[in-house]
């Protein structure tokens, strides 16, 4: 297994670059792996998911940064470019429960008045929830997408700009007024200190050295500015219970598993208070175990579902998605 993961396959027209990765810390052991995940591309048909010794996991090896743009394409489910696909009503919704945590200047008076109800809605449901208190922010939303979040901010009066690498999305975008440039914090040349809010929203973990987008996050920040940061949870449950079939796994355009502690050293190194650090599970497991059941794996989906229901997924550390908040002290 060493050698499968020490190899790079970089032959025949078709073959895809893998490489091994090492951890964000320094330490360059092999870690500890805690399952296999086959791959079709990967050295020897499979990679591992593995956890250093610092408590970090990751994905070893992995695709090469010239190679993975080309899963983005195939990875079922991948919706960051598609475009807005909720009904008027689902929509209005959707405003109405952002509005709620956000608090923006103006809102509809029932929002208002709803708002004690639909706040811990938004919540759980919302991987970052931008906090306006009345005011417009300068907001930079890294791996945008097509700008879901920014189209809303922007209609509550922020200053807003998204940065992803695909160009598709730009020019999606584009079509609902919002900027979104192509390529990354470090290569746009963007002014330093210059927004009050940076969202990292399931970014964070397709990047080879997330260090650097930590980095050059405080530095477009304004002091006082505030980081809001999604990742899939390293700790969660089902990583534990289901491995391979986690629907978060997302490998392999997922490099790292952050779990509570790896990524709040990671923002502190960078000199960040951590404001708040919380988990949410997102993927409802009785609705997953329907619909699995629905397609016919039934027997599967609910040894699944039993080992998930054993495992107590709802402790504080436990939830699919790890969100943190943090702050770069003025
Ligand atoms: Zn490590």
Same mark, same amino acid.
């Given at each position: 297994?060493? +050698? ?8 025949? $027209? %078709? ?5 091994? $990765?090492?951890?964000? =810390?320094?330490?360059?052991? #092999? ?18 998911? !593995?956890?250093?010794? =610092?408590?970090?996991?990751?994905? +070893? ?10 899963? *983005? ?14 009904? #008027? ?9 952002? +509005? ?27 991987? !970052? ?27 509550? &009066? =922020?200053?807003?700009? &998204? ?9 999606? $975008?584009?079509?609902?007024?919002? %900027? ?15 927004? %009050? ?21 405080? /530095? ?14 390293? +700790? ?11 629907? =978060? ?7 790292? *598993?952050?779990? $509570? ?12 208070? !951590? %404001? ?5 599970? /997102? ?14 794996? &039934? ?8 080992? *998930?229901?054993?495992? !107590? ?18």
């Amino acid at each position: 297994m060493a +050698d499968a993961r020490e190899s790079v396959v970089t032959t025949g $027209a %078709d073959a895809f670059a893998w490489e091994p $990765a090492s951890c964000l =810390c320094g330490l360059t052991g #092999p870690g500890r792996p805690l399952f296999a995940v086959p791959h079709d591309d990967a050295p020897g048909g499979r990679t591992f998911v !593995v956890q250093c010794d =610092c408590g970090l996991r990751r994905l +070893d090896p992995r695709p090469t940064a010239t190679t993975v743009a080309r899963y *983005y394409a195939e990875a079922s489910g991948y919706h960051a470019y598609t475009g807005r696909l909720r009904s #008027p009503l689902k929509q209005a919704l959707w405003n109405a429960l952002r +509005d709620s945590e956000a608090a923006p200047a103006v809102r509809p008076l029932w929002v208002r008045l709803a708002s004690p109800l639909l706040r811990p809605l938004a919540r759980w449901q919302f991987d !970052v929830n931008v906090r306006l208190n009345g005011r417009g922010l300068r907001v930079l939303d890294v791996g945008s997408g097509f700008g879901d979040v920014l189209m809303y901010l922007q209609s509550r &009066g =922020c200053r807003t700009l &998204g940065i992803d690498l695909s160009a598709d999305a730009a020019e999606r $975008a584009r079509e609902y007024g919002i %900027d979104v440039r192509v390529g990354t914090m470090q290569s746009l040349q963007l002014p330093p200190g210059d927004f %009050d809010v940076v969202i990292m929203s399931h970014s964070l973990e397709h990047v080879p050295h997330p260090a650097d987008e930590i980095s050059a996050a405080w /530095r477009l920040l304004a002091p006082g500015g505030r980081l809001l940061l999604a990742v899939p949870n390293g +700790d969660a449950v089902r990583l534990r219970t289901d491995g391979a079939h986690w629907s =978060c796994l997302m490998a392999p355009v997922h490099f790292w *598993y952050f779990d $509570a502690a790896s990524l709040r050293s990671l923002v502190e190194r960078h000199g960040f208070r !951590v %404001d708040t650090v919380r988990t949410t599970t /997102r993927h409802y497991a009785l609705i997953e175990w329907l619909k699995d059941c629905r397609r016919g794996y &039934g027997v599967a989906a609910t040894r699944s579902f039993l080992r *998930y229901l054993a495992a !107590v997924p709802f402790g504080p550390r436990d939830g699919d998605i790890l969100r943190i908040e943090a702050t770069r002290p003025s």
